[in-house]
Structures are given as structure tokens and as C-alpha cells.
């Protein structure tokens, strides 16, 4: 079995502050990590590959400095590595991303496609289905477990906001997976003893099956008007009333904050 | 075609075993502003099986036309089953925006149609806006967290349509409802094509109320040394009951064994970064704050009016927990029957 | 004279250059041992401490992922890394838990070390592939009760009876004992010798006559197992006598020169931590009205701490390196040692005082800290030995 796994870099949204000042994102000296839900798919993959064997494939776009988290990606067990990176891909939205990783897959081999649910710096959520649709595959989303059958159909837990559906899946296709429910595994020591031995097959557009004017910018829909900082909190209130007075103020509050 | 010849907002109509969901109504508030401001009409999709007879209650909140899709094989929800009839729909009448609800079902099935649209999608939105362009076109602005919620962006989509969003449940205001509001109601039949239907649901497990992850909750009711013990625990249970929350709690209760760890927020224990964050008896240690400051919005009840835990909170209430929480759940119970 | 800048010139060119920075397999492994640190050693370090509980778990964990087996070859079962990976990983470890750290230090300096440097191709394949995957545990025992810095007074004797040795004797605080598998002792073969006449032997767990004495209650590392090794007739094989007969005295001595950068690396994690500790309290810690970090009598004192931290990670690592690129490094060894426990001594008390009361209470780590701290001024050599050996190489 072919696994694809698609993996992206983004900084660790935990470690970006507020320039209190200027009222700007901090973005230096915050680390670049594996996109946790990234991470979740990779270790599904490798979960299965320890089960029923399988040859894993880890490919992300990005620029020339996500090699190291592709070697960390070895160092935890996948068999290969290959980065997408070329300027023509620069200024992709989630459907140029996904048209371009669509156009890697098409020249790759496969019978299972993984991607984690969102990432955390865009939390869209969408690279993932727009993939399976460019590729005609079918997809389930929110996945917190999948085995293979003996009829080699999946079998599949994807997780809804009030239930959880048991889906079984046949021949090709995409799913996209929940952290919470595959706690990656450690890069092995010797693992990473080989990292850089190994080969991260660096893709430029040319060697992918795409129409060149799709890519990118070009191939966007989607522009970001503006960006912003969310508003800062302003000072709270305090109130000594009586406890009448107190639940019609928290109920109002709560009202107007819309959580009730 | 041209993009002015998009027209109307469409809403997709969410319903999970035949119950409209709450967030289709939100959706309808906010499209009927838009269409309004456009000069357009809101037409919502409806799509299920057994569901025609609920096309009535889309129109009181706010649609003009309800297209209504009532077959079988939309019972239950399957990503290629809806994708091919909402695809359908959209390649037929051609309208200007269109709105899902940020849910599982909606983030599955808009990114679907939007690579099959080659449209443009913008993932969770907080607000919509239509403004005019350079060209004075009016166009949809939606804005959305991202960074982790660190920063706002607005994103347009200048040269596709339709223009579609996810937007975000519990943002939007519901329109009061207007009974015998009248309005178009449509039938359409999509002509499904099976041979890509490779997913089959084997069997739906209803999610049962277990301890989540209280990093998790998007309503947190936690209790510090003012609680007293378990029994004081138990009435701000029966609030985070009421409110669809979790119950968590400070240091001094989770030593003491009135409360597990796992429900400890704070330095030692749990980040948390709720919706709403409702301290009761929490006197605001430093390493408390640390773990709860993020929450966007923070009610504290305390008895001591200088208490830290007032300098983060944006309500506070100087006073008895034990008989302000009581009341204040008895209160939001009656609020949610209405 | 132009022949006076040749052999600089050649020096130059020829000598291996040291770069202070990490290299990208060792920022690899460091966001590995780190978070692996942080997630599974870290939430353990107050029980284990309280409990005086041996982290079988995390041995276990460790010896999955090959952290019980980093600086051995691939072809032993090893995960094939360098000195300044496994050094790494002991202060990495060390940084939340010293119990963690010395357990694999022990494991790894003073068990598997000498084993790969000593033993024979029969002995590396028998014994390195089942420590190095952690499922052996490995220890060492040098120290008796009259032979503790003065090593050369060993009393346990090794009789060579034909077919097999015969041990008699005891050795005290032997780290990993009670857990442990795999046993370096040193034993006197002939006494008429002195130190030449002591032997090294590879004495496993459950050969007759061999047992595990009472567990000693320490002020700190209280996780790890130090215990007594007692021999009773203990009857060794003929093939497990490690290195030549008579060898062992420098054997040992040389195992304990490698087993010094793993205590550095321990005692440097511990000053680490409790930097990081104090640096995280003083900012949130307010006085007068504001956070503790603010007052210039904690910038200063938190300077000269971090100042010095850096400095013995600089000891640490070139003694490593030097090790690593087969160059002598006993006195590197000795300094780093040095240096970093007096270091972790120093910073862990003051970190203690910069958390005032808290600081003395076991609700913030740094009260464990300062007592972990202080085995490393003693143990693998007091400070006062490392000096001897400094000042040996010093005036030789």
C-alpha cells in the first residue's frame, strides 16, 4: 500500500504575541513546527504502515526551509520526502495549494491520500477536500481512527459535533485527520542519526502535472483584503449589586456576547 | 457570463436528522442584510429526505425561496451525495454568494464544491460585509480569525463567483421570527451520478456526554476555594449544564481532592482559552490568570471586592456565589425554554 | 625563518575545527529529547522524587526510541549517534528530572562504554544490543565502603578457579542496581599488584552468589536505585573478564573520565532548569507593585547565573567533541565536571531564594533542584578529585 501524506510548516501559533505597542504580530523567534493535525495524519500513516505495511510518502509546498521538519518526518519513519518548492507557487490560496499538491499526487503513486484536518496558522480546513475533489478521489473529513478491512476497504470513525459516523470507504481516497485522536510519535534516535543522509526530493512546477497558469497567485480566487489584530480587550466592569441585579447583568452580558 | 449576472445569496440549510440546525437560521439573519444591501434576494437550500414540509419555517426566518432536495439518498449526510446535489443547484441558478455554517458537515462539503466552482471560499467567518470596489461593484467582504485567533483578515474574491464563506455558529444573529411570512418554495431533482458514491455509512454512535478535555470547552464554569467542596461543585455543574459547558477548577480544589486534576487550570495544570470563562470563588492567584487570561470573555463572582481575579475579568460581581449561581441557572433555564 | 610558519600553517589546516553551534542533526534531536522531556519525564519528576520511585516507564519509553542506546554503533543495536548527542540527551533529561538523567548517564558511561571500548566482538554482541534498546539496564561498581575516592583500596577480590571466577566483596551506591542487568566490577585479581592488580568483569544480574544489598535514602536523585552489590562466592565465567587481566584500575579510571561529561551534562540540565524556573517566577512574581524581574538586583544575579550556565555547556560540549574525535579529553572532562556542578549548586540555591518561600516548598521544583544538584559535586569523582586530576595534567 501507497500512503501520501501531506504536511505543512507553520509557526507555533502558541508562541506568536501581540506587539503591544504597535498592535503587530510578533512572528520573530517563534519556531516553525509540523502542523499538529499534519503530524496526526503522518503517525495514522505509520500506524498502518507497522500494521499491514506500506510505503509512506510525505510531500508539502513550501519554501527551501521546510526541509527540516520533511527530515523530521523521516526520522519518525516515512519512506520518502519530496517538497514542492518553486515561486511560481508563491501567493496560492487554499485552492491554488491544493490544485498544485493535486498535480504532485497525479504523478505519484498511491491508494490512500492523508492530510491533516486544518493548520493552525490558516484554520481553513480546506486544502484537504479541494485536493480530493482536483483528484476526483472521495473524501472523509474529522477522521479519528481508520483500519484496513480484509475486503481492502476502509473503515473509517470521522467525528461530527454530536455523533460520530462509522464510514467504510472503497478503492482510493482522501482522508483528513483530527490530532486529538493519533499522538504522533517520537522521531527515533537513530532515526534522526540518518535524517540527513537520506534525500528530501526537492519538485519544482515543471515536474508536476499542472497547467502552470493555475498556480500561485493566478490561480487564487480568494485575496486578502486586510489583516488586523483583533481588537484589545477593553478594562472590565464591577458591580456591587444585589444578587437580582447581579443574574439580570450576567444574563444580559451573556446575551449580548451571544453565548446564550 | 459576468460576475453581475450572479445574483442572490443562497444559504445552505443545515439539518441533521431532519432538525434544522440552529446555525441555518443564523445564516438567514446575516443573508437577509446582505441580499438587502445587494438588492438581491435570499434563497436557502434545503436538502434531506422528508424534509419539504420545513421549507415553511426557512422562509419565516428570513428566505425568500426555499429550493428543497427530498430524496432518499440525502438522509444522511455523505460528502459526494450533497456535493453533486448543492453542485448542481449552484450551476444552475448562478448565485452571487453563498453561505454555509462552519460545522463538519459545512467545512467538508464547501470545499468541495468551491474546487469543483473554481470559486473562491473563505473558512470560518465572523463577519460579512458587502462593500463597493473600485469599480463601485459590490462585493462580499469576509472576515475571519486566523494565527490562531492572534489576527483578523478580510478576504475578497475579485474575479469568481460565486463568492462563499463558512461562517462560524453562534456569531450571527437569528431574525425574529415572522409566522405566515410567505415566499417561493422550489423542488429540485438532482441527477445523481452513483458510480462515485465509494462511501457508505455503516452506523451513526451518538456522542455521549463523557469528560472532555477541558482545554477543549468552549464554556468553562470553574471554581477555586469559595466552592467550599463538592456540593458547592454541584451547583456550578447544574450552570455548565445549563450553558452547554464543563465544570473546571483552581489549584487549591484539585489539592484538596474535591476536584480531579485533570480539570485544573492554571500554571500546573490546563491553558485554557474558552468562549466564556465564568471564575466562581476564584481568588485569581498569578498562576491561575496565567492559565485562563486568554478566554474571551470572563465573568467572575467573588465575595472579596479585591480579588486579583477582577483585574482580567470583563464582568465581575462582588458577591455570594452560592446564591448568585443558583439563581443565575434557574434564570437561563427559564431563558432556554423560551 | 620560513620554516617557522610552516608547521602552524599545517596545524591549521589539518587540525579538526570546533563549531560551537549545533549541527542539524543535533537541532533535530534536540526538538526530539526535548519535547520527549518535557511530555513524558517532566509530569513524573515530583513523584518519582516523592516516591523515591525508579521511572521504569520512561526507561521503557527510552529504550524504544533508542535514547538507551545513542553513542552505540548501529551494528550493536545502537541508534548509531555521537557523545554530543548523548550528552544532549543528559541534560535534556537532567533539565526536568535528574533521576531521568543519571539513570541513562550510569547506562550509558559507565556500562555500555566500557564495554564498547573494552570488550571483546563476543562480549559487544552478546551484551550492547539488548542495553542499548533499553531492555537491559546497565550500572557500574567501582566504590566500596573503604574505597570511595581512594579507588585504588578495592577489597573485593576475584579468584580465578579454573573454569570461572569467584568474587567475594561488596560495592556501595551503585546507581541502576536494583533495576539493572548488566554489572562493570572492578575486583582485585592479585593484590600484590596495587592497582595493576585489579580486573574488570561484566557480572550479570542472577549469576550465583551475586545479590543486591540495601537501597540507600538520598537527599536527591531519590528516583534512581542506589543500592549495594554483594558477591558471595559469586561465580562469574571465565569470558566475561572485561579488558586484559590486571587492566581494570584503568579501565575504570577511563570509564569514569567518559562517565565525568555525563554528570557535567546532568549538573548543567540541572542549572538549566532552574534558570529556566526562576526566569519564568520572576516574571510573573510581583513585589511592590511589580514583576521581580524588573529589579536590577535580579537582572544582575540572573546574568552572572546564565553567564556561567553557557559557560559549562562550552566545557561540556568540547569535552564531547573531543571525545568524539578520539582526542584526550580526561582534564575537559574533569573541568566540565567541575564546573558544572559547582554551577548547578550555585543556581539552583539561588533560584530557590529568588522564589523566597515558595521556593522552599515542593510546590515549584527548585527545592529538587537544589537537592539533585548536590550529588553532582560528588559523585563519578568529587570536586576535590576533579581538581587532583586537573592539576595532575596541570603539572605533569
Known amino acids: 500500500m501507497n500512503i501520501i501524506v501531506c504536511i505543512k510548516q507553520v509557526p507555533d501559533t502558541t508562541e506568536i504575541k501581540i506587539d503591544p505597542v504597535k498592535g503587530t504580530l510578533i512572528r520573530e523567534g517563534v519556531p516553525s513546527i509540523m502542523n499538529p493535525d499534519d503530524k496526526g495524519g503522518l503517525e495514522l500513516a505509520l500506524q498502518m504502515k507497522d500494521k499491514v505495511g506500506a510505503n509512506v510518502t510525505v510531500i508539502s509546498m513550501g519554501p527551501p526551509q521546510a526541509d527540516v521538519m520533511l527530515r523530521e518526518a523521516l526520522a519518525m519513519g516515512a519512506d520518502r520526502a519530496i517538497l514542492l518548492s518553486d515561486r511560481k507557487f508563491a501567493g496560492a490560496d487554499t485552492l491554488a495549494t491544493s490544485y498544485a499538491l493535486s498535480g504532485l499526487c497525479r504523478v505519484l503513486d498511491y491508494d490512500l491520500i492523508i492530510a491533516g484536518r486544518q493548520a493552525i496558522d490558516g484554520d481553513t480546513a480546506q486544502v484537504g477536500p479541494e485536493l480530493a475533489e482536483h483528484l476526483n478521489l472521495p473524501q472523509i473529513t474529522y477522521v479519528t481512527d481508520a483500519k484496513l478491512l480484509d475486503n481492502g476497504n476502509l473503515l473509517v470513525h470521522k467525528e461530527n459535533e454530536d455523533s460520530v459516523q462509522v464510514l467504510e470507504v472503497e478503492g482510493k481516497c482522501l482522508l483528513t485527520v483530527l490530532a486529538s485522536a493519533f499522538e504522533p510519535r517520537y522521531m527515533s534516535v537513530s532515526g534522526i542519526v540518518e535524517a540527513y543522509d537520506r534525500e528530501v526530493e526537492v519538485w519544482s512546477a515543471d515536474k508536476i502535472d499542472v497547467d502552470e497558469g493555475k498556480l500561485g497567485l493566478a490561480g487564487s480566487p480568494t485575496k486578502v483584503f486586510q489583516s488586523f489584530p483583533k481588537a484589545m480587550k477593553a478594562p472590565g466592569e464591577v458591580h456591587e449589586v444585589s444578587e437580582e441585579e447581579a443574574v439580570e447583568l450576567i444574563v444580559s452580558k451573556l446575551k449580548e456576547k451571544h453565548i446564550i | 457570463m459576468e460576475k453581475k449576472d450572479y445574483k442572490n445569496v443562497f444559504v445552505f440549510a443545515e439539518q441533521r436528522e431532519g432538525v434544522i440546525q440552529s446555525v441555518a437560521f443564523e445564516l438567514l439573519g446575516k443573508a437577509r442584510d446582505l441580499a438587502d444591501d445587494l438588492g438581491q434576494k435570499v434563497v436557502a437550500l434545503l436538502l434531506g429526505s422528508g424534509i419539504k414540509d420545513q421549507a415553511q419555517t426557512l422562509i419565516e426566518f428570513g428566505a425568500d425561496e426555499v429550493i428543497v432536495v427530498d430524496t432518499p439518498e440525502l438522509k444522511d449526510y455523505l460528502s459526494e451525495q450533497y456535493s453533486q446535489a448543492v453542485y448542481q443547484i449552484i450551476d444552475d441558478r448562478k448565485p452571487n454568494i453563498v453561505l454555509y455554517g462552519a460545522t463538519t458537515i459545512g467545512r467538508d462539503m464547501a470545499p468541495r464544491l468551491a474546487s469543483r466552482l473554481k470559486a473562491g471560499l473563505t473558512a470560518d467567518c465572523t463577519k460579512l460585509e458587502v462593500k463597493p470596489n473600485k469599480e463601485e461593484e459590490l462585493e462580499l467582504h469576509s472576515t475571519r480569525p486566523a494565527f490562531g485567533g492572534n489576527l483578523m483578515a478580510t478576504i475578497v474574491c475579485p474575479n469568481t463567483r460565486p463568492q462563499m464563506s463558512t461562517v462560524r455558529p453562534g456569531v450571527m444573529q437569528k431574525m425574529q421570527r415572522q409566522p405566515g411570512r410567505q415566499g417561493v418554495v422550489t423542488e429540485f431533482t438532482p441527477i445523481f451520478d452513483t458510480s462515485k458514491f465509494k462511501v457508505k455509512l455503516v452506523e451513526t454512535i451518538k456522542a455521549d456526554k463523557q469528560m472532555a478535555d477541558i482545554s477543549e470547552a468552549k464554556i468553562l464554569v470553574s471554581g477555586g476555594r469559595g466552592v467550599h467542596n463538592r456540593e458547592g461543585f454541584d451547583k456550578l455543574q447544574a450552570l455548565a449544564d445549563v450553558l452547554g459547558g464543563q465544570v473546571a477548577s483552581s489549584r487549591a480544589m484539585v489539592d484538596n481532592g474535591v476536584m480531579p486534576h485533570e480539570c485544573q487550570v492554571g500554571q500546573t495544570g490546563k491553558t485554557v482559552r474558552p468562549n466564556l470563562y465564568v471564575a466562581c470563588g476564584i481568588s485569581g492567584a498569578i498562576q491561575h490568570l496565567a492559565g485562563m487570561e486568554e478566554s474571551d470573555f470572563i465573568i467572575a463572582i467573588n465575595k472579596d471586592k479585591f480579588a486579583p481575579i477582577f483585574s482580567v475579568a470583563d464582568l465581575g460581581i462582588v458577591g455570594d456565589l452560592h446564591k448568585i449561581v443558583p439563581m443565575l441557572t434557574e434564570r437561563l433555564r427559564k431563558e432556554m425554554e423560551q | ?396
Open chain 3, 1 to 396: 625563518m620560513v620554516c617557522g610558519l610552516k608547521p602552524t600553517r599545517r596545524l591549521l589546516t589539518t587540525i579538526l575545527k570546533m563549531d560551537f553551534s549545533y549541527s542539524k542533526t543535533e537541532q533535530l534531536f534536540l526538538q526530539m529529547i526535548r519535547s520527549f522531556a518535557e511530555n513524558e519525564v517532566k509530569p513524573l519528576a515530583a513523584e518519582v522524587d516523592e516516591q523515591e520511585r525508579f521511572p521504569i516507564e520512561t526507561v521503557q519509553k527510552m529504550g524504544k526510541l533508542g535514547i538507551m542506546g545513542i553513542p552505540v554503533p548501529k551494528q550493536y543495536g545502537g541508534a548509531g549517534g555521537t557523545v554530543q548527542m548523548y550528552i544532549m540527551a543528559v541534560e535534556e533529561l537532567s533539565r526536568v528530572c535528574a533521576t531521568t538523567g543519571v539513570i541513562v548517564s550510569a547506562h550509558t558511561s559507565l556500562c555500555m562504554a566500557p564495554i564498547m571500548e573494552h570488550g571483546t566482538e563476543e562480549q559487544k554482541m552478546k551484551y550492547l544490543p539488548k542495553l542499548a534498546s533499553g531492555e537491559w539496564i546497565g550500572a557500574f561498581g567501582l566504590t566500596e565502603p573503604n574505597a570511595g575516592t581512594d579507588a585504588a583500596m578495592q577489597q573485593t577480590t576475584a579468584v580465578d578457579a579454573g573454569d570461572k571466577w569467584i568474587l567475594n566483596g561488596s560495592k556501595i551506591f551503585i546507581t541502576n542496581a536494583s533495576y539493572a542487568n548488566v554489572f562493570i566490577v572492578m575486583a582485585m585479581t592479585d593484590k600484590s599488584k596495587g592497582t595493576k592488580g585489579i580486573s574488570a568483569f561484566i557480572v550479570e544480574k542472577g549469576m550465583p552468589g551475586f545479590s543486591i544489598g540495601k537501597k540507600e535514602l538520598k537527599m536527591g536523585i531519590r528516583g534512581s536505585a542506589t543500592c549495594e552489590l554483594i558477591f558471595e562466592n559469586c561465580e562469574v565465567p571465565k569470558e566475561n573478564l572485561l579488558g586484559q587481566l590486571g587492566k581494570g584500575f584503568s579501565i575504570a579510571m577511563k570509564t569514569l573520565d567518559g562517565g565525568r561529561i555525563g554528570i557535567a551534562s546532568q549538573a548543567l540540565g540541572i542549572a538549566q532548569g532552574a534558570l529556566d524556573e526562576t526566569v519564568k517566577y520572576t516574571k510573573e512574581r510581583k513585589q511592590f507593585g511589580r514583576a521581580i524581574a524588573k529589579f536590577q538586583n535580579t537582572q544582575f544575579q540572573m546574568a552572572d547565573l546564565k553567564t556561567k550556565v553557557e559557560a559549562a555547556r562550552l566545557l561540556v560540549r568540547s569535552a564531547a567533541w573531543k571525545k568524539d574525535n578520539g582526542m584526550p579529553y580526561s582534564a575537559d572532562a574533569a573541568m566540565a565536571k567541575l564546573f558544572a556542578a559547582e554551577t548547578a549548586m550555585e543556581v539552583t540555591t539561588k533560584a530557590v531564594q529568588f522564589h523566597g518561600g515558595y521556593g522552599y516548598t515542593r510546590e515549584y521544583p527548585v527545592e529538587r533542584m537544589m537537592r539533585d544538584a548536590k550529588i553532582t559535586e560528588i559523585y563519578e569523582g568529587t570536586s576535590e578529585v576533579q581538581r587532583m586530576v586537573i592539576a595532575g595534567h596541570l603539572f605533569k
